[in-house]
């Protein structure tokens, strides 16, 4: 009997033990954010832990299970769903195990849009925000951050300052593309002796010129505005107040009026006509001018061209006038120059950049009609100063012509006469 009992006792114990090593270590999976793949397997002790599917996460990588958070603790399962380590831990109540995550990184590329310079590309951490930018800039526009869609659409992922505003959200290497807006300015209407029309205006950055009114100038007529006085630089304004070009100055600016006068205006000289012509015609101004008032200025030609100025005077007499250059020249003025011509023979030239007004007086000989022409000439090559020739005050005076009446032999009646 106590054998017996005592056989019993040791096949309790036996059985006891053997029931413990057999036991269902129940394992379950934190998958600590991640959704789907296996929940929980029933691990044997001292056996490598059964094969299981993945969860995921979007954003991150799967790097296996852990005893612990964030992959710290005893590793026991490797990235691929793999036994990384034999099961050794004897309880009977279920035991969790950590999915540790690691966050992907994507390539992120900064269209700049028309910009210059700034950060080029970044990488960007899934779940955090990407790393600060200096921003790009551009000439007449304002910065106003990368979104994800060109011409500032969809959504912005950094400041003007080039701070990121969210944690990045992207599964896959992406383009962002900076957001900008044309600058506006103000423009300055410098009439050059003209009275009324616009006097101020506000001008966008990339956009064609708003309509402005005309100023007026009594015996001129208004010939749009200009960077520079007297028609020079560059014409923002038609004669007739509309855009010429798109504004693209990025700074406030002055622009000047043209003003154009007729060329026996200009010339002071009523009496002879006037016509103009070559590659560009001379134009009557009002900002180089010897009397104070207006002279005839040569068309803006280009190299290898002409611009004259003709008349044409009954002879003999004298042609006067002043003229001045601004022009590429050498010694020789062989290179730019402005000459005088009578009957197509040049007389004289002047070239250089002295600005200086010279008064001419030249003899036309020989009865009946001379031509005369004033020729603003380039060369082949480089210019200089403001590159043309300038007119004033022509005066034409005929030769007096004292005609004797001999009377042979009478008396009283006219002895002479005059005549041009
Ligand atoms: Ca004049
Ligand atoms: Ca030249």
Same mark, same amino acid.
């Given at each position: ?19 413990? /090593?057999? @036991? ?38 799967? #790097? ?24 050794? %831990? ?46 790009? +800039?551009?000439? #007449? /526009? ?22 990121? %505003? ?14 900008? !807006? ?11 002796? #003209? ?43 038609? @004669? ?23 060329? !026996?205006? @200009? ?9 103009? =012509? ?17 002279? @005839? ?19 003999? =007499? ?30 004289k030239k002047i070239g250089g950049t002295d600005l200086a007004w010279r008064k001419e ?14 020729? /603003?000439?380039?060369?082949?090559? /480089? ?30 009646? +006219? ?6």
């Open positions: 009997m106590k054998t017996t009992r005592l056989t019993f006792a040791v096949l309790l114990a036996l059985g006891m033990a053997g029931t413990a /090593y057999a @036991a269902p270590y129940v394992v379950t999976f934190n998958k600590d954010g991640g959704t789907g793949g296996t929940d929980s397997v029933t691990a044997t002790l001292g056996s490598p832990m059964p094969a299981i599917t993945l969860p995921t996460r979007t954003g991150y990588a799967f #790097g296996g299970y852990f005893t612990a958070k964030n992959g710290s603790g005893n590793q026991y399962y490797t990235s691929s769903g793999a036994s990384a380590r034999n099961w050794d %831990i004897s309880t009977t109540q279920p035991f969790t195990l950590f999915a540790k995550w690691t966050a992907n990184t994507y390539a992120v590329t900064l269209d700049r849009q028309g910009g210059t310079g700034g950060t080029g590309s970044v990488t960007a951490t899934y779940g955090s925000k990407p790393p600060k930018i200096t921003p790009p +800039t551009r000439n #007449g /526009y304002t910065f106003h951050g990368y979104c994800s869609l060109p011409d500032g659409e969809g959504t912005l992922y950094y400041s003007e300052a080039g701070f990121p %505003i969210l944690a990045w959200d992207l599964t896959s290497s992406t383009t962002l593309y900076a957001k900008w !807006s044309a600058n506006n300015y103000w423009i300055e209407f410098d009439r050059q002796d #003209g009275s009324g029309g616009t006097l101020k205006q506000v001008a966008t950055f990339g956009k064609a010129m708003p309509d402005i009114t005309l100023p007026t100038k009594t015996g001129c007529t208004f010939g749009g505005y200009f960077t520079l006085p007297g028609g020079g630089g560059t014409q923002y304004y038609t @004669a007739s107040g509309t855009s010429a070009r798109d504004w693209d100055i990025a700074a406030e600016t002055t622009l000047c009026a043209k003003w154009e006068t007729t060329l !026996s205006g @200009a010339l002071d000289n009523e009496s002879l006509v006037f016509s103009a =012509g070559g590659d560009l015609p001379w134009w009557g101004q009002t900002v180089w001018k010897r009397d104070g008032q207006d002279a @005839a200025q040569s068309g803006a030609i280009a190299d290898n061209q002409n611009s004259w100025l003709d008349t044409s005077v009954r002879g003999p =007499g004298t042609i006067t006038f002043w003229w001045n250059v601004s022009c590429e020249s050498n010694d020789d003025v062989t290179r730019d120059y402005l000459e005088f011509l009578v009957g197509g023979e040049q007389v007086s030249i003899a036309v000989s020989g009865a009946g009609t001379h031509s005369l022409r004033w020729n /603003y000439h380039k060369d082949g090559g /480089y210019s200089e100063g403001y590159d043309c020739g300038w007119v004033d005050i022509v005066t034409w005076t005929p030769k007096v012509m004292t005609v004797t009446l001999d009377q042979q032999g009478g008396s009283d009646g +006219t002895e002479s006469v005059t005549a041009k």
